[in-house]
C-alpha cells in the first residue's frame, strides 16, 4: 500500500487561485505518473493534469493554460497551481500515483488519494 495525501483544497471565488500538494509514500524509484484528476457531481472523473517520470507532460484539453503541474522527484511530490478558477472547476481533485510495478513488484500498479474538495464561487 502507497498512502497518498492530498492537501490545498478549498473555497474560492471565481478568478481566484488555489495549489494543490500531493505526497506518496514510496520509493522514488519505482513512481511512474504522478497526476491529478477531478470529479463534479454527477459526472464521471476526468484526467486534469499527468507528468510522467520522464518529464513529460499531459494536460485536459480544455484547461486553456490555467493550471499547471509540478513535481519534486526527490521528496515524491506533485502540485497543482490553479488560476483563473471558474464554477465549473468545483470538483473534488483526487492525486493519482502509477508505479512502475513490473520493476517493483511490492507495489500495484496505481494508487488514489482520498481527494480534496475544491468550490469556486461565482
Same mark, same amino acid.
Given at each position: 500500500?502507497?498512502?497518498?495525501?492530498?492537501?490545498?483544497?478549498?473555497?474560492?471565488?471565481?478568478?481566484?487561485?488555489?495549489?494543490?500538494?500531493? &505526497?506518496?509514500?514510496?520509493?522514488?524509484?519505482? #513512481?511512474? &505518473?504522478?497526476?491529478?484528476?477531478?470529479?463534479? *457531481?454527477?459526472?464521471?472523473?476526468?484526467?486534469?493534469?499527468?507528468?510522467?517520470?520522464?518529464?513529460?507532460?499531459?494536460?485536459?484539453?480544455?484547461?486553456?493554460?490555467?493550471? &499547471? #503541474?509540478?513535481?519534486?522527484?526527490?521528496?515524491?511530490?506533485?502540485?497543482?497551481?490553479?488560476?483563473?478558477?471558474? *464554477?465549473?472547476? &468545483?470538483?473534488?481533485?483526487?492525486?493519482?500515483?502509477?508505479?512502475?510495478?513490473?520493476?517493483?513488484?511490492?507495489?500495484?500498479?496505481?494508487?488514489?488519494?482520498?481527494?480534496?474538495?475544491?468550490?469556486?464561487?461565482?
Amino acid at each position: 500500500q502507497v498512502p497518498v495525501v492530498e492537501s490545498g483544497g478549498g473555497l474560492v471565488q471565481a478568478g481566484g487561485s488555489l495549489k494543490l500538494s500531493c &505526497t506518496a509514500s514510496a520509493d522514488t524509484r519505482c #513512481i511512474s &505518473t504522478m497526476g491529478w484528476y477531478r470529479q463534479a *457531481p454527477g459526472k464521471e472523473r476526468e484526467m486534469v493534469a499527468v507528468l510522467a517520470s520522464d518529464s513529460s507532460t499531459y494536460y485536459a484539453e480544455d484547461l486553456n493554460g490555467r493550471f &499547471t #503541474i509540478s513535481r519534486d522527484n526527490a521528496k515524491n511530490t506533485v502540485a497543482l497551481q490553479m488560476n483563473s478558477l471558474k *464554477p465549473e472547476d &468545483t470538483a473534488v481533485y483526487y492525486c493519482n500515483v502509477d508505479m512502475f510495478f513490473r520493476a517493483c513488484p511490492q507495489y500495484e500498479y496505481t494508487y488514489w488519494g482520498q481527494g480534496t474538495q475544491v468550490t469556486v464561487s461565482s
